[in-house]
């Protein structure tokens, strides 16, 4: 029997006697008008706050939301983030955790206050006019409208959390903690003022943290230049180093030439060059071996000569003469040995300028004291202001630009090398296409530059961290911490392992201030408990501004007996990555309902931190060396870490490509679980392609798990506890096997969950509900669902297996399809209507493991082999116009497999096959019968089946067979009208 309804008759309309499905659950989904009304009920029920009272007492699981900025609609890559976010806390709820999601946002920073000073620039405002608390004020407003409009975006999508009370790093008791954190380093001595060479944007006119930098393809100048040997001579008299540089700006920082004790070095004289030619005839030049053909080449050098080996003992004696002596740079150049100089590229000689590279810098200071002893100025030069041009300390340059202040190439360059040009010592120049570092605000290149910051030491030893330093206490903490994928260790391991202490200062206004002062006659930090916890209370109350209205400290220093004229107050606000680093501290430890009583605590609580993989230098970073810092260990346990969202192309997407897939689009047009099914079937730890092509795979996909859904509801119309069948062993074979898979499933889909491999569910789910349902168990059972008398027992068996795959089907998919799984759970038991309950407080059904049955499971494979060899042959005759419906055949199987044969014992293979009859004979069958390579031993000669055809199921029968009282039908058709009938009176 199909779905359709039966023929009727003059005397009968059949269709009426049947039980078909009926249910009001529709198959169109119409999401986008459904998911709306399923939002408001669970608003309305408080879903979040019966999940907390369902979930109390047990074991939390706690995913802490890695706050997103608070700045513009969100896109689809915030919808790959929150969508697994709520995958990962929906399922660890429903798997016995309490599982609590709090939203937070990322509300200071650069991007907030541009937007502002671009209303400004607008209105004709210079931002330096207006009282900074002013300022302040406005950045909130603005980061407060999109929190709010952001709140709706993420809701929409169906994530769960608490959107009533979601954490604000800007929030008054959130600026005094993140206060609290940074003074924590103060007190240990973990923080420091130094200068360092730092990242720097002049477009936004601060320093910039490794996380804010992205690589992009830049194109550079590039020179070699001779650096003359003055002392001693010997050997070398009248020769030169030879360095080459993509920075020819730096050279007026240049203060030393770095080389490496491994690499061969040789003493090469140029026998014949152009006239002309920078590089002359008769010129002697130091550089590694196998670099020099390379460099000779580029200086456009005919031939040259090698005159004899350099020893790393000969240079690390020698003293050079900066290329630009005599113009205000008379200082001696010494040469270093350093492990950072490779002879893959270059000469094999680094220009080290220590104001301008952090191996720059790091070579001059591990040299310092012999560099004293040899007489040698140690201090490093400010060669380059905040706004990218040269200072006094490069003569000869002053007002020179290396970057605009749009983030364009400045005058600088060409100025450097038109000097080393006139001064003689220009060996070559060219141009580069490289990966340069740009701010990934701006999108516009960096410079490193030397500047007074606020540091985090990572190699300090720390009492308070057992002697221990943070740099050891952080990569203590990798090992202790769960990383999916497990090839996130190694990336955030070398990371830390690599990384150089910690800039945490930024020069801007919209953010929480270093709340320190500074002693101004020995530069030491104020360390005094009652200051701080003074800072600390009047912040809570008043929010960072308290520090910015206090402009002379006095408010904090007065009442302690300090002077404040003899203080310095801190006016440089933290790195947005401290404060995001630090919501672990004001959240997870403040609010009750996160606070984890973790494996160190001796509990089973578990924490899981889960962003893009580009967090890696991001938030787990500054998350990791902030806790690791004040707490000594990690403040997660688990690291989920997922990739980026791409065009169909595999194409970053643009705006100005018109590649963009916008979620706000998808969802208008197709609904909220179309995207959460696409992000649970994606291998996340890959980057994600989408677009109106994939997405039209999702919705297919989508529309076949409804309609099975639909089927069942429809199916269980006819369902009721009087009938239900409770001991399994007395059920038919069909039915056991679907409840032996059921029991097979549930562990699998459970520990899919429970690793976090949500691809793996909708892959193990799709494939049952489409294949072993839709087209098997379904299929084959319709007949016995809608024809069978009220009493078979058969009937009532399969009913209660519907019953039991619906109830696993709904709490399986309900993480993922929560707006789907929710109305036809509502559809199921309408009855929790009104008690206010759902499908998303249940926990994922159990299906018992008595019900396992490998055997039957065996046997049922080589019974499934020879139907698909039965079915393969139908099809043929179905093409061939030969029968419509299956029911219209009553083909001859040939099995020549005892195997397959014996397997079949007992069972009716025409009911499995959906035919009116089979007949089976145990040999090979002619010849041309119908076969299937994959199943030897089964051959299928197609036949039509005989007699007349059911008025109710369209089976062909004997008519001879039938019951006098009902002709039109076969007698288990006619069974099942006498009882209806009976029924009825």
């Not at 078909?20 to 939002?39: H, N």
């Not at 103060?186 to 930098?213: D, F």
Request: glycine share 8%; hydrophobic share 40%.
């Amino acid at each position: 029997m199909t779905d359709k309804a039966a023929d009727k008759t003059e005397a009968v309309d059949y269709s009426q006697t049947l039980f078909l499905p009926q249910t009001e659950f529709p198959m169109r989904a119409g999401l986008p008008q459904r998911e709306p009304e399923l939002l408001a009920r669970w608003a309305r029920i408080d879903l979040y706050k019966k999940l907390r009272a369902t979930a109390k007492g047990r074991d939390r699981f706690v995913l802490h939301d890695g706050p997103p900025y608070a700045n513009g609609n969100i896109h689809i890559g915030h919808v790959l983030n929150k969508v697994l976010k709520d995958l990962v806390a929906r399922s660890q709820q429903m798997l016995g955790f309490d599982s609590n999601y709090v939203p937070g946002w990322d509300c200071h920073g650069l991007p907030i206050e541009w937007k502002i000073e671009e209303q400004y620039r607008a209105k004709g405002l210079n931002k330096d006019d207006v009282p900074v608390v002013e300022f302040r004020k406005e950045c909130r407003a603005f980061a407060e409208k999109w929190v709010d409009i952001q709140r709706e975006e993420f809701k929409r999508l169906g994530v769960e959390g608490d959107w009533a009370d979601p954490y604000l790093t800007m929030a008054y008791p959130a600026e005094a903690q993140i206060a609290r954190e940074i003074m924590k380093f103060a007190e240990t001595g973990q923080l420091y003022r130094g200068s360092k060479p730092v990242m720097w944007s002049v477009v936004e006119k601060t320093a910039l943290a490794e996380a804010e930098v992205e690589y992009e393809e830049h194109v550079s100048d590039t020179v070699f230049v001779a650096f003359a040997v003055v002392a001693p001579a010997g050997s070398l008299a009248d020769a030169s180093i030879l360095i080459w540089t993509t920075t020819p700006w730096t050279i007026p920082g240049n203060r030393a030439i770095s080389f490496h004790n491994k690499i061969a070095y040789g003493l090469y004289r140029i026998t014949a060059a152009p006239e002309g030619n920078w590089a002359k005839v008769g010129a002697s030049y130091v550089l590694a071996k196998n670099l020099a053909e390379g460099v000779f080449k580029a200086a456009k050098v005919e031939a040259f000569e090698l005159v004899s080996d350099v020893s790393a003992h000969e240079l690390a004696g020698l003293t050079c003469a900066h290329p630009l002596r005599g113009q205000g740079y008379d200082f001696d150049v010494p040469l270093l040995d350093g492990d950072h100089v490779t002879d893959d590229a270059g000469t094999g000689f680094v220009h080290t300028a220590p104001g301008h590279g952090r191996e720059d810098f790091d070579v001059w200071m591990a040299n310092g004291r012999m560099l004293a002893e040899r007489g040698i100025e140690t201090h490093i030069p400010y060669t380059v202001d905040a706004d990218g041009r040269f200072t006094k300390d490069a003569p000869g340059f002053e007002g020179k630009q290396v970057i605009t202040d749009k983030g364009e190439k400045g005058d600088a360059n060409e100025a450097v090398i038109k000097a080393l040009a006139a001064s003689g010592h220009l060996v070559a120049r060219g141009r580069l296409k490289h990966q340069y570092p740009h701010s990934w605000r701006s999108k516009k290149p960096v410079i490193f530059r030397n500047t007074p910051q606020w540091f985090i030491a990572m190699d300090k030893a720390i009492e308070s961290l057992g002697n221990r330093t943070l740099r050891e206490v952080a990569l203590g903490a990798i090992k202790d911490t769960q990383w999916v994928p497990a090839a996130g260790e190694n990336r955030i391991n070398g990371m830390i392992a690599n990384r150089p202490d910690w800039v945490v200062s930024r020069q801007r206004a919209w953010g929480v201030p270093i709340t320190v002062f500074v002693e101004k006659e020995t530069g030491a930090i104020l360390v005094d408990a009652k200051v701080n916890a003074a800072i600390a209370n009047a912040f809570e109350l008043e929010g960072a501004d308290a520090w910015f209205t206090d402009l002379d400290g006095a408010r904090f220093l007065k009442p302690f007996g300090y002077d404040p004229a003899a203080y310095e107050r801190v006016t440089d606000v933290l790195d947005v990555w401290f404060d995001s680093g630090s919501t672990h501290a004001f959240t997870l430890e403040k609010r009750p309902d996160l606070r984890a009583r973790r494996r160190g605590d001796g509990g089973n609580d578990r924490v899981m931190y889960l962003e893009g993989s580009d967090q890696h230098r991001g938030w787990f970073h500054s998350s990791l060396l902030e806790s690791c810092g004040t707490r000594g260990r990690a403040p997660f346990d688990v690291v989920l870490t997922h990739g980026f969202c791409l065009d169909e192309k595999g194409e970053k997407m643009s705006k100005s490509k018109g590649n963009v897939t916008a979620p706000q689009d998808i969802i208008k047009d197709s609904g909220a679980d179309i995207l959460r099914l696409w992000v649970a079937a994606a291998d996340y730890s890959d980057d994600l392609r989408i677009g109106k092509e994939i997405l039209k795979t999702f919705v297919e996909t989508y529309r076949k798990l409804r309609n099975t859904t639909r089927w069942m509801l429809g199916t269980l119309a006819h369902f009721s506890e009087d009938i239900r069948v409770n001991e399994p062993q007395t059920m038919p074979e069909l039915e056991r096997l679907m409840l032996h898979r059921l029991a097979e499933l549930g562990p699998q889909v459970e520990e899919a969950y429970r690793t976090y491999d949500y691809k793996k569910v909708v892959n193990l789910l799709s494939q049952f509900m489409n294949t072993e349902l839709s087209a098997f168990y379904f299929d084959i059972r319709k007949d016995a669902l809608y024809c069978d008398p009220l009493s078979s027992h058969v009937r009532k068996s399969a009913l209660t297996v519907v019953d039991h795959l619906f109830r696993c089907l709904a709490t399986w998919l309900a993480p993922i399809l929560v707006f789907t799984t929710e109305e036809a759970w509502l559809e199921r038991y309408p009855e929790q209507k009104a008690m206010d309950a759902s499908v998303h407080l249940e926990l994922f059904a159990q299906a018992p493991e008595g019900w396992l049955d490998p055997e039957l499971a065996e046997r049922w494979s080589k019974i499934r082999r020879v139907r698909r060899v039965v079915t393969g042959a139908l099809e043929l005759e179905r093409a061939g116009k030969r029968i419509g419906s299956s029911l219209e055949a009553a083909p001859k199987v040939y099995i020549d497999d005892p195997d397959l044969r014996a397997a079949l014992s007992g069972v009716d293979l025409a009911e499995i096959s959906i035919t009116s009859g089979i007949a089976i004979s145990a040999n090979e069958g002619p010849q041309d019968a119908f076969r299937l390579a994959d199943v030897p031993g089964v051959a299928v000669v197609s036949a039509r089946a005989p007699g007349v055809k059911c008025a109710r199921s369209w089976k062909y029968f004997d008519p001879a067979l039938a019951d006098p009282a009902y002709p039109e039908v076969t007698p288990r058709d006619a069974k099942a009208l006498r009882e209806l009938g009976q029924r009825a009176r």
